[in-house]
């Protein structure tokens, strides 16, 4: 899952995106609401977590214009500016959750999976394919009930592989769903992580495959299917 965090702070903003990326989240991180609109236009995020004052604007205002343009991905704002007024504003401007500053990690990550799990943009609380399960929010992945323990970025890629099951999905797509924008990318990064992967489900006895298509991109399929043959 990918994360947009728009706050100005650049401690607060690099000790945010290390746990989230520990936890599995790729993230992308702006100063300012210019950065952030145009890194909306450039990909597509799960969560914005939005400071509520940035140097160029009330984020409140930002918001609502998001909201006005048909933009339904969830958005948490956290704030130090706590009165009531504030918190309903909030709301009111399209907010999905309000988090008061200074914050605590663990609860950010408590409520950001909160949303995640009641996000009309997840369409289905598990994701089952074959004899593999797995759960977006909490980042896991199991197969016959035995959860296999995989790097952040080979569950992105299976992720994004499910998501579009028997479809190829061009690598260029895999890409840009792995990576922040600031992170640094090998030539091979994404062939390694297939590799990796591939390695994972075939040792768990994992009833699917990943195929590749050449200069194309990879299909997730069950074995055994015609298509597998």
């Not at 000790?15 to 990909?43: H, I, M, Q, R, Y």
């Not at 004052?53 to 704030?79: C, H, N, T, Y």
Request: charged letters at 25%; a neutral charge; proline letters at 3%.
């Amino acid at each position: 899952m990918r994360i947009l965090l728009v706050d100005h702070h650049a401690d607060f903003g690099r000790a945010v995106k290390a746990t989230l990326v520990n936890c599995g989240f790729a993230v992308d991180v702006t100063p300012t609401l210019d950065e952030a609109s145009a890194a909306l236009d450039c990909a597509n995020y799960h969560l914005v977590l939005l400071e509520s004052v940035l140097p160029d604007g009330d984020s409140l205002d930002w918001l609502k214009q998001l909201r006005r343009e048909g933009r339904s991905m969830p958005a948490m704002m956290m704030s130090s500016l706590n009165d009531l007024s504030r918190r309903i504003a909030t709301f009111n401007a399209g907010a999905d959750d309000f988090l008061p500053k200074p914050v605590s990690i663990d609860e950010l990550i408590a409520r950001m999976r909160a949303i995640l799990r009641r996000s009309t943009q997840m369409t289905a609380p598990v994701v089952t394919f074959g004899n593999l399960h797995f759960d977006p929010i909490a980042r896991q992945v199991s197969v016959g009930g035995r959860i296999l323990r995989i790097a952040r970025r080979e569950v992105c890629i299976l992720e994004h592989l499910l998501n579009r099951a028997g479809r190829t999905v061009p690598r260029a797509s895999l890409e840009d769903s792995l990576y922040a924008f600031d992170d640094e990318v090998s030539t091979n990064a994404l062939e390694v992580g297939i590799y990796r992967l591939r390695a994972h489900l075939n040792q768990a006895g994992a009833t699917l495959r990943i195929k590749t298509a050449r200069g194309v991109g990879y299909t997730l399929e069950l074995v055994g299917t015609a298509s597998a043959a």
